[in-house]
Structures are given as structure tokens and as C-alpha cells.
T-cell receptor
Framework: DAGVIQSPRHEVTEMGQEVTLRCKPI?????LFWYRQTMMRGLELLIY????????DSGMPEDRFSAKMPNASFSTLKIQPSEPRDSAVYFC????????????FGEGSWLTVV | GIQVEQSPPDLILQEGANSTLRCNFS?????LQWFHQNPWGQLINLFY???GTKQNGRLSATTVATERYSLLYISSSQTTDSGVYFC?????????????FGTGTLLAVQP
């Protein structure tokens, strides 16, 4: 089975630009998570979906961040406008309900905002 | 909120040595997982272990939920074990999806 697939793997953008990160979860998984990793704050949960519905977005830092899941095989995390402090690695992860709570991470999207 | 502390913060081992990593958490949990982040940044789930003991090859983990800690044992370490080890927990009684990650233990295994 293919794992969680994220794109782009690396992105460098200028402050003020819109950034869209994409994720394809593992087929059959009911839950999708977006995490952010920085040196200062470690790994933080931003938002998660269950059956394409956002359940908890309390970790989304501010209104510049938004996430959608239009169908079971695709999700986006958008930052508009981007700022240098958004530079981080953004991970998407998924798991199957009843799957022993094992969560599978993608390889991450490395974002640099200059 | 719940605090998740890992020790030691970093560790250097010679290949073949054994090590124990510790995770302390401040509240009751119903989910505890150990992850390995390799030097390329990939996060791999090692164990789902809210209580008890599990073993997988050279790795094993024990969680004593009543005393709020978990241990990860690495035996006969190899250079491929290098990376950061995270424990992550979810509060008992809460949603089983809001994993809170510890600060990690950075492990370097030297040949």
C-alpha cells in the first residue's frame, strides 16, 4: 500500500504569498491530521478530520491558516498570506478507525518563507 | 494542559550498546505511542502502548500507566537507530486523536 503522500516536499516562498500544501491519506483511513514541527514548539496538532469533516481546529494558529478535505482522498492546508514565522515542516497523517490507533505520517512538506 | 517530558534530551552511544529512554506524563492517558524520526525527517510509529509491555525485535516498550511513565528500550543499537524518539499521549476521557508529543530524545549511534 502507498503511504501518506504529501506535496510539495519542499517550498520556498516570499512573505505575503499564498501557500497550499496537499495530502493524500492512506486509502480506507477515516482520520486525517495536519501537524506542524518547529524547533521552538516541537510537533503540534493543527487540525484533524474524521470522514472528511473537520473535528477540531483549535490548533490552527490564526485566520491565515485554513484546511479543507473535499473528499476522502485529498486534503489541503493553505496559508494566506504567509509569514516568515510559518517556516516549518508540515506533516499530514492518517489512521483507520479501529486500526489500533496506529497513525501513519507522510514525509512532510518543508516550508521556508523568506 | 498535560505535560509530556522525555529524558535524556540527547544521547550518544557506541554501536552495540543498550539504552533506555523515558517518557513521563502528568495526567492519566488512554493512548501512548512511541515514534522514531529518522535523520531524513520521516516519522515512524514504533509502538502503541497505553499500558503493559511490547517487543519488536531489538526494541521493546513498557508503560506503567498508574505511575505515569513509559520506557523505550533499545538493545544492541545500530547506526540506523539514530534520530529523534518521541512519545505522544492522549488524555484519558478526551478525544483519542489529539496526540500531544513530548520534546523528544535525540539519539546518535556511532560506528
Amino acid at each position: 500500500d502507498a503511504g501518506v503522500i504529501q506535496s510539495p516536499r519542499h517550498e520556498v516562498t516570499e512573505m505575503g504569498q499564498e501557500v497550499t500544501l496537499r495530502c493524500k491519506p492512506i486509502s480506507g483511513h477515516d482520520y486525517l491530521f495536519w501537524y506542524r514541527q518547529t524547533m521552538m514548539r516541537g510537533l503540534e496538532l493543527l487540525i484533524y478530520f474524521n470522514n472528511n469533516v473537520p473535528i477540531d481546529d483549535s490548533g490552527m494558529p490564526e485566520d491565515r491558516f485554513s484546511a479543507k478535505m473535499p473528499n476522502a482522498s485529498f486534503s489541503t492546508l493553505k496559508i494566506q498570506p504567509s509569514e516568515p514565522r510559518d517556516s516549518a515542516v508540515y506533516f499530514c497523517a492518517s489512521r483507520r478507525q479501529g486500526g489500533g490507533n496506529t497513525i501513519y505520517f507522510g514525509e512532510g512538506s518543508w516550508l521556508t518563507v523568506v | 494542559g498535560i505535560q509530556v517530558e522525555q529524558s535524556p534530551p540527547d544521547l550518544i552511544l557506541q554501536e552495540g550498546a543498550n539504552s533506555t529512554l523515558r517518557c513521563n506524563f502528568s495526567d492519566s492517558v488512554n493512548n501512548l505511542q512511541w515514534f522514531h524520526q529518522n535523520p531524513w525527517g520521516q516519522l515512524i510509529n514504533l509502538f502503541y502502548i497505553p499500558s503493559g509491555t511490547k517487543q519488536n525485535g531489538r526494541l521493546s516498550a513498557t508503560t506503567v500507566a498508574t505511575e505515569r511513565y513509559s520506557l523505550l528500550y533499545i538493545s544492541s543499537s545500530q547506526t540506523t537507530d539514530s534520530g529523534v524518539y518521541f512519545c505522544a499521549v492522549d488524555l484519558a476521557g478526551g478525544a483519542t486523536n489529539k496526540l500531544i508529543f513530548g520534546t523528544g530524545t535525540l539519539l546518535a549511534v556511532q560506528p
